[in-house]
């Protein structure tokens, strides 16, 4: 069974400051692995999406990378902004088209 | 990206009725779409698979029963939580797979919540 884990479970940081999401699964057989970011009580966003083939994909200050051998992605954010606060989910994709969702990482970033 | 909308966005019913959860895709047809529900700081979990003109596929432990879904257009699903208890209070959200991607789009949710 798919498991996904990400770390850390919540993270503060200074305006201006780089840093990195972790996620993990269990199950490297996957399709395509794919950040969301979750504002509070809202949907989601889309913010990467990798194939497995794919070693990275990046998109403005946002960098995202797999390594499916070893079960890992992290997500890069580069300058970090108070917009940026908020729940960043990392998600694979498994059989079929159905997503696997870790529980997340709560980013607050302070003025 | 693909429009997906959800109504209502909030909803409080009493325990024991019964709740209907729109969710539509606005600039596309989904042939497919999904629910998923989230409980407070934990994960979405996928309930069923919603496909147009069939029946929807649930996930394991979810009650086809008490959760309706029901696909009839290529732009509008609808999942009902029937008899609801105050242990469905959630938040509910649909996402639809744009054919042409592997990318899924999500809508703004919907809270429930059963007094």
């Known amino acids: 069974k798919q498991e996904v884990t990400q770390i850390p479970a919540a993270l503060s940081v200074p305006e201006g400051e780089n840093l990195v999401l972790n996620c993990s699964f269990t199950d490297s057989a996957i399709y395509n692995l794919q950040w969301f970011r979750q504002d509070p009580g809202k949907g989601l966003t889309s913010l990467l999406l990798?194939?497995?083939?794919?070693r990275e994909q990046t998109s403005g200050r946002l960098n995202a990378s797999l390594d499916k051998s070893s079960g890992r992605s992290t997500l890069y954010i580069a300058a970090s902004q108070p917009g940026d606060s908020a729940t960043y989910l990392c998600?694979?994709?498994?059989?079929?088209?159905?997503?696997?969702f870790g529980k997340g990482t709560t980013l607050s970033v302070s003025s | 990206g693909a429009v997906v909308s959800q109504h209502p966005s909030r909803v409080i019913c009493k325990s024991g009725t019964s709740v209907k959860i729109e969710c539509r895709s606005l600039?596309?047809?989904?042939?497919?779409m999904f629910w998923y529900r989230q409980f407070p700081k934990q994960s979405l979990m996928l309930m069923a698979t919603s496909n147009e003109g069939s029946k929807a596929t649930y996930e394991q432990g979810v009650e086809k029963d008490k959760f309706l879904i029901n696909h009839a257009s290529l732009t509008l699903s609808t999942l009902t939580v029937t008899s609801a208890h105050p242990e469905d209070s959630s938040f509910y959200i649909c996402?639809?797979?744009?054919?042409?991607?592997?990318?899924?789009?999500f809508g703004p949710g919907t809270r429930l919540t059963v007094l």
């Open positions: 990798i194939q497995s083939s794919q």
């Open positions: 998600a694979v994709r498994r059989t079929g088209t159905a997503l696997i």
């Open positions: 996402s639809v797979k744009q054919g042409s991607t592997d990318t899924q789009y």
């Open positions: 600039d596309f047809q989904a042939t497919t």
